[in-house]
C-alpha cells in the first residue's frame, strides 16, 4: 500500500504557499513603488481672505477688500518620465474681484509662473528639468509621505528662502484626521524695486530703488499623514516698500491677517487624501494581511490532505 496526493491538496497547498510569499513582497516591494509623487498632477487650490493691497489705478493702497490666491499645479509627464522627477509647473495668480474671473493673467494683482522638481521617493528638491527657482527645504506643494510628528522646513517662494513649521499637534479637516504646522515670518527685505521717489515720501526724487519687504504673521497647515497631501492652508502676508534706509513701511503692497483655502478646495484635498490613502492601506495592510491569513489557511489544509492522501495498493511482483 501507498498513499498518493489528490490534484485538489497540491493546488490548495500551492496556493498558500503563494499567497504566504506575496504578502511580504506587497510591504518591501510593491508598496514603496506606490509611495512615488504621481506625474500627471492636475489640480487647483484656491484661498480666499480679506484685507489691503496696492490699486494701480487709484495710486493708493484699499483696505477691507477680498482676496483671492488661486494655484494651478499641472505635472509635465514627458519630462517626468525622461527625468524620473515629478516635474510640475505652478501657475499662482492674486486677484481682487475687480480680477476675477481673470480673462488675461496680466489683469491680476499678481501672477507667476514657477517649474518645481523634487525626487519622487524623498520629496526633496531635485535641481533639473529648468526648475525655477531653485529651492530648498524638505515640504513645499507637499510634505513627504509617511509625515512625522516633527518640525519640518518649508519653502516660503516670497520669502526666497525656507521657514521653520514647527508640529503643534492633530488638526482635523472636514473630519479627516491630519497632523498641524505653523510658523511665521518676520519682517526681511526681500529685495528692491525702482518706483516714483514720492511713492515712498521722497517727493524730490523722480525715481528710487525702494526695499521690498514681505512678512508672514500667521502660516498654518494640515497635513495629511500618510500621504503628505496638504488639507488646509492658511497664511497671513503682509508685502510693504520702504523708502532706502528706512526701517518704516511706506506703502502697503499687500496684506492680510489670513487667507486660507476655501471650503470647496478643503473637501477636494481631502477626497484626494483619502483616495490615495486608501490605496497605501490596502497594499500596506490590507491585502498583506487577507494574503497572509488565506495563504496560511490554504497550506494547512493543502498539507493535511498531501499528508493523508489516498491509500493505494501497490502491485505485487
Known amino acids: 500500500m501507498r498513499r498518493t496526493a489528490s490534484p485538489l491538496s497540491l493546488i490548495l497547498l500551492g496556493a498558500g504557499v503563494f499567497l504566504l510569499v506575496l504578502a511580504p513582497l506587497l510591504v518591501a516591494q510593491v508598496l514603496p513603488q506606490a509611495k512615488r509623487t504621481p506625474l500627471d498632477v492636475d489640480t487647483t487650490t484656491v484661498f480666499e481672505g480679506s ?8 495710486l493708493e493702497t ?20 525622461r527625468s524620473g522627477k515629478a516635474v510640475w509647473d505652478v501657475a499662482t495668480s492674486v486677484d481682487t474681484d475687480a480680477t476675477l474671473p481673470a480673462a488675461d493673467t496680466r489683469d491680476s494683482l499678481q501672477w507667476t509662473l514657477e517649474r518645481w522638481v523634487t525626487d519622487r521617493r524623498t520629496n526633496e528638491p531635485a535641481h533639473c528639468c529648468g526648475e525655477s527657482p531653485v529651492f530648498d527645504g524638505e515640504a513645499y506643494l507637499k510634505f513627504p509621505f509617511d509625515v ?46 525702482q518706483v516714483p521717489g514720492r511713492l515712498v515720501g521722497l517727493p524730490d526724487r523722480p525715481q528710487v530703488l525702494a526695499e521690498e519687504w514681505y512678512a508672514n504673521s500667521a502660516i498654518e497647515l494640515v497635513v495629511d499623514r500618510p500621504t503628505g497631501r496638504i488639507l488646509y492652508a492658511a497664511t497671513g502676508p503682509r508685502k510693504t516698500l520702504r523708502a532706502p534706509g528706512s526701517d518704516k513701511d511706506a506703502v502697503v503692497l499687500l ?3 489670513k487667507v486660507a483655502f476655501t471650503e470647496a478646495t478643503q473637501r477636494q484635498q481631502v477626497r484626494l487624501a483619502a483616495a490615495d490613502g486608501g490605496r497605501l492601506k490596502l497594499l500596506g495592510s490590507t491585502l498583506p494581511l487577507g494574503a ?13 490532505l498531501v499528508a493523508r492522501g489516498r491509500i493505494v495498493p501497490t502491485a505485487r511482483p
Do not use: C, N
Open 292 to 304: 497572509g491569513i488565506l495563504g496560511g489557511v490554504l497550506a494547512l489544509v493543502g498539507g493535511l
Open 255 to 257: 496684506s492680510s491677517g
Open 51 to 58: 484685507g489691503s493691497y496696492f490699486d494701480t489705478a487709484r
Open 148 to 193: 512625522e510628528e516633527r518640525d519640518y522646513r518649508w519653502w516660503d517662494g516670497t520669502l526666497g528662502a525656507v521657514v521653520l513649521l514647527r508640529h503643534t499637534g492633530p488638526g482635523t479637516v472636514q473630519g479627516h484626521r491630519g497632523l498641524r504646522f505653523t510658523g511665521s515670518v518676520p519682517a526681511t527685505r526681500t529685495g528692491v524695486r
Open 62 to 81: 484699499v483696505h477691507d477688500r477680498r482676496i483671492t490666491i488661486t494655484r494651478q499645479v499641472r505635472g509635465d509627464v514627458a519630462e517626468g518620465v
